[in-house]
């Protein structure tokens, strides 16, 4: 089974200091990327991307943050050139000229509970757990709950959705909303205690690429280049979610992971690729869209999202050049 998630905490921190070269290391040329997380399994097919870019020239160094908070304030202090995360709610209230060009991942995110909660109006006032405050567990539950017409009772937060499903089997946990791999996990080992409850039907970007406009107008070689083997790769991925493992063996990728998860690698993109974690367009106009919805109905950004422009968060013409390249 699959037992490697976006929210490793511990075990793979030591990898910071393989891909982590500092803060203060820029290099003339160099493009400094903040990852605001880990490399792991779920980071690998944006490490094949990169890999791909350098063999074409694209010189960089990835620094590994503790928090997606930490990864973009480093973009916004200059100390970093393009960040992970979806800073969209900075940029509306900071005014901050960052724009995002590419989107990741998507949140693909599950409600889970006990059996003894049979639909949402039964955990009308119950307990609940999350990732942490802010997050996009968080902002998923309060969209639910406002279309389902419920508060919740006390909120309780425990990082890592393999985490909470631990927690779940062990009884400490009745209700959470867990990443696809884990709910896959849970329903295989406990389905006869738990269930799935409706979730949202439209899900938002998770991760997305993000930088200073300035700078990527300056940079506009080093930006075709990445963006253009980061769809190549979405796209290739999509059709045969194997390329990603060939890809990570062809070029020694995460050599320092336990052989035992990475002989996991291929269950993990076949069920990513199939659960639609990936948009083989990487996003744009679409994704900028349905992020203003769900953002602004979870609270994080002022509305009416239909008011909102797509030019004002994010920077298209990389990856519009990028599909006229290869192909709409």
Known sequence: MIVLTKRISVLFVTLVVVLGI????????????????????ETLCFLVALDRAKDRGLDYEMTAFAKEQLAIQA???????????????????????????????????????SNKYKTWQDLDGQPFTFHARGTGTEAIGDIIIKREGIT??????????ENRIVGMMKGQINA????????????????????????????ASDEVLFAEIGWMKENKESIAILVEELLRTWREMTKDPSIIDQERQKRNLLSD???????????YYKEAVEGG????????????????????????????????????????????AAKAKLGN
Do not use: C
């Open 152 to 161: 919740l009772g006390q909120r309780s937060y425990v990082p890592g959705s």
């Open 75 to 113: 973009v916004i202090g200059g100390q970093m050139d393009i960040g992970i995360g979806t800073p969209y709610s900075i940029i509306q209230k900071s005014k901050v000229p960052i724009r995002n060009f590419f989107q990741l991942s998507k949140l693909v995110f599950f409600p889970v509970a």
């Open 176 to 203: 959470t909303i867990v990443d696809l791999s884990n709910k896959n996990i849970l329903m295989a080992k406990a389905g006869d205690r738990f269930h799935v409850l409706p979730g949202i039907t439209d899900p």
């Open 22 to 41: 500092g803060l203060n290391a820029q290099a003339a040329g160099k493009v400094r990327i903040a990852l605001g997380d880990v490399a792991s399994v």
């Open 257 to 267: 992971l336990p052989k035992e998860l990475l002989t996991e690698v291929d269950a």
């Open 277 to 320: 974690l990936y948009d083989p367009n990487g996003g744009g106009v679409e994704a900028a869209k349905a992020d203003f919805t769900f953002y602004v109905d979870a609270g994080q950004m002022n509305g009416p999202a239909a008011d909102l422009k797509v030019e004002d968060y994010w920077y298209l013409a990389p990856l519009d």
